[in-house]
């Protein structure tokens, strides 16, 4: 077969391949199976391959339809000649030239001479005329096609022939402004290029094909279902067709009817429909359209019979119940998004006025809070009652227009709005509350402090006298004067009572207020009268070594005077110690036992003493909740210990009266001593429970630091052109951002809860304290830089897919204006140049310019952006090598600066890179911590691919320039050769004025 054929082949062959992908649920189109398509072929098709035997004989179904429907269309032609010419076998039928000629006589309206022979030489002259009449006088372009060829009856080129001569004179009058072209939606234009000549040849048939496409689709829309993409496969259900009729009359087609019936009765009635009602002859046949390949031409042809019925478009027969439809849905959408964010802020705000989250809050906090309700009050409550207000008017106009769709309940929002005001106006009243009630505390809170400060200078006046080593605690013998240090424990005793008031008045203004958050001078009033009660402890302590250097005198004096002096013993200087360290002396063998008693005890309570002052903190939380647990038995082993110090106060009075006194300082040691291990031991208490809360809160923030850390560096960037997965990340940074925040307070207040401990006994918190506290800046200020690089890449992800849209955006341009050149270049190939046409043409290439400087200047623009573009795409990752380091990052004993540049060696992992640093080492860094060094090769494929459309269009403009420069100056010949003698003489043909007189034909 002679494949050089003038009807678009790259669009032949390209229908070729698109029948032989579904060639095997082909119908057969006239013929039943392969043996009877088999028979109408030589012998040299056995010789192929199946599958080519396959495209072969789709191509032969679809020239065989092709040549049912030029045959049908022809002869609705020729009808109209008064020879009642009819052709059977359109190849055989045009091969002499006459039924070609007569055809030709019809359109044209004009007598063309004819050879009256009936020999294949009268046959060629009569064709070669055909063919001459179609390029000189109406300028249709026939490449490849001889006269010879149509004479022979070549089924190729004779159907090529008749489709160009149907695209001029079938398809001349579909016009579509430009502005329908650019409105419409995207249809691909292809351009047949004749690289060997160095020119194109415009091709008509897709020209007309997107015009007849886009007034196909207007005229179907508003039909559900009905979605036109091309000519083949859209019309299958006859629906289509039947939509055009329905639009054009409703009162012949039943729609809904369309819709339950099948393909071959919708597309019968269509056909018939036409042909009664409109005189449209049925070219094709149900059969034909209702198969998996139908033939574009066939169906294209029939279509444009259609057209010339109505061409515009005319108003939708169902126009009103689809403005009221649309209506309703659009009043409907503006509802659910309505409701949705108002409930969706109303549920957040229900959860933020939550009365139990006022406990949590500390007065500073509590005011802030207070500040953030009169903002919701003033600002946000007032912007989503307009919210409310709106969706009100919005169902009301819903009901007026009888809407039967299921809407959020207008009454439930209603109650869900007054239940946010009830709750805002409770969480109103409860603050202001709990704030006046942290305002009465204060004249309390000035009482304890006027209380502790007649403490304070009572504790400095007996500080004072230790230090100068007043005369007033000795007496003349050296020996340290009883009633001084009597006065003294009295003294001591009575600022440990007010103290002890001051705690628990203290403890009760926390219970006033906020449980878990007291007022902080209520705190600063608690640590005031901690240190106070560590001052007079040591106090206690340095007062009972004075009284024990006093007894070893006694002792020594006695052992010197011999037992006759013991008698004078007892006297009172002798009877003032509170802590003895060696064991009583007594002098009665009777009461040696309860003395060994009293002594047991002392040394109970000094044991246990020890054990409490070597008391160490665990450098861990485990090792802390076991230091808990040991205290609590060892507090509790102290409390039962009271029974046994009041039997040694009973035991008092079974004692001789010459041992009394000196039983009665045993005892006093032993009740100083006790009460002293209970200080102790309540202060040890509570300083483990700091340390607990210490560590149970930094291990808390480590872990979450981890955490979020962990997250960070696992985040998945595979597809950063995901609008959803990047509006994710950007909440969940705003989140990350919040929480960090937050954590960073609580790192400030951390070091708060050890301020009760006592560094100098517990000397080793501090470097465990600075320790955790270092972890955590060190975790916190990693989690910030990883956040930074978070940021970094959400802009990076925003502008590689901002540089992406606005390529589209131009391709689109750049499609829409190849689209108006193609219709101007079909009004140059068709028009027979009047001015009008020419003005016109003119316009919409004036407007063409305009639109490709804009595109040239974005273009610009975006060649300047591709520098800056990022190479995200993660298939292109393993074509990077280098990349820059955005922040400092220490993990692992691994310190990498940012600003450092690296070398990828392995990126298979996509959150742990290998890279190569300067330093000739090998380490796997998270990614996320890495930027990909600029450009991204994909931008510029992408603006190359922009760079070829634009020279493509600068030479189509030229060749649309070259043609009117060529049209232009043709129609000046022709007038000047329709001049006469006289004209000529008239003219001076030197003149410039020859020229006026061609533009104007005067």
Wanted: proline share 3%.
């Amino acid at each position: 077969m002679n494949e050089n054929v003038n009807y678009n082949p790259l669009h032949a062959e390209q229908e070729d391949l698109d029948d032989f992908e579904n060639v095997n649920n082909n119908n057969n189109n006239g013929y039943e199976n392969d043996d009877d398509w088999l028979v109408t072929k030589d012998i040299g098709v056995f010789s192929l391959d199946p599958a080519d035997r396959k495209v072969l004989k789709v191509a032969d179904q679809r020239d065989a339809v092709q040549k049912k429907t030029f045959t049908k269309w022809l002869n609705g032609h020729l009808s109209k000649t008064e020879g009642n010419v009819e052709i059977t076998d359109l190849f055989n039928d045009l091969r002499d030239g006459h039924n070609l000629m007569t055809l030709l006589e019809i359109f044209t309206s004009r007598q063309i001479p004819r050879e009256r022979g009936s020999s294949k030489f009268h046959a060629l002259q009569n064709v070669e005329m055909c063919l001459s009449c179609l390029e000189k006088q109406h300028n249709i372009r026939l490449v490849n096609i001889r006269p010879e060829e149509i004479v022979d009856g070549n089924p190729k080129l004779t159907l090529g022939l008749i489709w160009r001569i149907i695209l001029h004179f079938q398809f001349s009058d579909i016009q579509l402004n430009p502005s329908d072209l650019i409105d419409s939606p995207t249809i691909k234009t292809k351009i047949a290029t004749v690289r060997g000549e160095k020119s194109k040849i415009y091709n008509d048939d897709l020209s007309y094909r997107n015009m007849l496409l886009i007034w196909a689709r207007k005229q179907c829309e508003h039909y559900p279902g009905i979605k036109i993409d091309d000519f083949s496969k859209s019309w299958r259900d006859g629906r289509a067709f039947l939509a055009i009729l329905h639009r054009k009359n409703p009162q012949l087609v039943n729609m809904e009817q369309a819709y339950r019936s099948s393909n071959h009765t919708n597309l019968q009635i269509a056909f018939d429909t036409a042909q009664q009602h409109y005189g449209i002859a049925k070219l094709i046949d149900p059969e034909d359209v209702d198969n998996d390949n139908p033939d574009e031409k066939s169906i294209f042809l029939y279509i444009s019979h259609l057209y010339k019925i109505c061409p515009s478009i005319p108003e939708h027969p169902f126009q009103q119940n689809y403005d009221q439809i649309s209506l309703e849905s659009q009043l409907s959408y503006e509802y659910t998004c309505l409701a949705s964010d108002l409930l969706k802020w109303i549920k957040l705000k229900l959860r933020m006025f939550n009365s139990e989250v006022l406990n949590q809050k500390t007065l500073h906090e509590l005011k802030a809070f207070q500040n953030a309700l009169q903002l919701i009050r003033q600002d946000e409550m007032i912007k989503y009652n307009r919210l409310l207000q709106r969706m009100v008017a919005i169902d009301f106009e819903l009901q007026n227009l009888h809407l039967n769709k299921p809407q959020p309940d207008i009454n439930s929002i209603n109650l869900t709005w007054k239940k946010l005001e009830d709750s805002m106006e409770y969480i109103e009243n409860e603050l202001t509350t709990i704030l006046n009630r942290y305002d009465r505390l204060k004249p309390e809170i000035e009482r304890v402090h006027f209380v502790l400060n007649q403490v304070e200078q009572e504790i400095t006046k007996i500080e004072q006298m230790f230090e100068s080593n007043s005369p007033l605690f000795y007496n003349v013998d050296g020996t340290v004067s009883r009633l001084t240090t009597g006065q003294l424990i009295t003294s001591l005793t009575d600022i440990q009572e007010r103290t002890d008031n001051a705690l628990n008045n203290c403890r009760s203004l926390c219970t006033l207020t906020q449980p878990n958050n007291p007022h902080p001078d209520v705190i600063q009033l608690i640590d005031r009268i901690e240190f106070l009660n560590r001052r007079v402890n040591d106090l206690n302590i340095h007062l009972g070594h004075l009284n024990s250097d006093n007894i070893r005198h006694t002792t020594k004096q006695q052992r010197l005077s011999g037992p006759s002096q013991s008698n004078k013993l007892s006297s009172p200087i002798t009877t003032t110690t509170r802590i003895v360290d060696p064991p009583i002396v007594v002098q009665n063998k009777n009461n040696v036992d309860l003395v060994e008693y009293l002594n047991s005890c002392l040394n109970w309570v000094k044991q246990k003493q020890n054990t409490t002052d070597r008391f160490d903190l665990g450098s861990d939380l485990p090792s802390t909740i076991t230091d808990i647990e040991q205290c609590e038995k060892l507090s509790n082993a102290i409390d039962d210990f009271e029974t046994k110090i009041q039997q040694c106060k009973q035991n008092k009075h079974s004692i001789s009266i010459s041992e009394q006194n000196m039983y009665d300082r045993g005892l006093y040691e032993l009740q100083a001593a006790y009460a002293h291990l209970n200080s102790s031991i309540k202060r040890l208490n509570q300083t483990l429970a700091d340390w607990h809360r210490f560590m149970s809160y930094s291990n808390d923030l480590l872990k979450w630091i981890s955490n979020a850390e962990s997250n960070e560096i696992d985040r998945e960037w595979t597809d950063i052109t995901d609008r959803t997965l990047i509006n994710q990340y950007m909440q969940q940074k705003k989140n990350l951002e919040i929480s960090l925040e937050d954590r960073l307070k609580d790192c400030e207040r951390l070091e708060y809860f050890t301020h009760s401990i006592n560094r100098e006994k517990h000397i080793e918190i501090e470097s465990i304290v600075q320790e955790y506290m270092n972890k955590i800046r060190v975790g916190l200020d990693r989690l910030k830089s990883l956040l930074f690089c978070f940021n970094i890449h959400l802009k990076n992800a925003e502008e590689y897919n901002q540089f992406f849209d606005q390529v589209d955006t131009i391709r689109y341009e750049i499609n829409n204006v190849n689209e108006i050149l193609c219709t101007c270049m079909n009004q140059i190939n068709n028009d027979e140049h009047h001015p009008y046409s020419i003005d016109l043409i003119q316009r919409c290439i004036d407007d063409v310019m305009i639109k490709k400087a804009s595109i040239e200047q974005q273009y610009e623009h975006l060649h300047h952006l591709c520098q800056m573009i990022k190479p995200l795409d993660i298939h292109q990752r393993k074509n990077i090598k280098n990349a820059i380091v955005l922040c400092s990052y220490n993990f692992e004993q691994i310190t990498i600066m940012k600003g450092e540049t690296v070398n990828i060696d392995d990126c298979s992992n996509s959150n742990w890179w290998l890279v190569h640093r300067r330093n000739d080492a090998n380490n796997r860094i998270p990614s996320v911590i890495l930027e990909l060094i600029p450009p991204s090769p994909e931008a510029y494929l992408k603006l190359d691919t922009i760079r070829k459309e634009l020279e493509e269009l600068n030479q189509f403009l030229f060749d649309i320039n070259v043609c009117l420069i060529k049209d232009d100056l043709q129609l000046k010949i022709n007038r000047l050769l329709e001049w006469d003698i006289n004209k000529v003489s008239y003219v001076d043909i030197s003149s410039n004025l020859i020229l006026l007189y061609l533009d104007n034909d005067i």
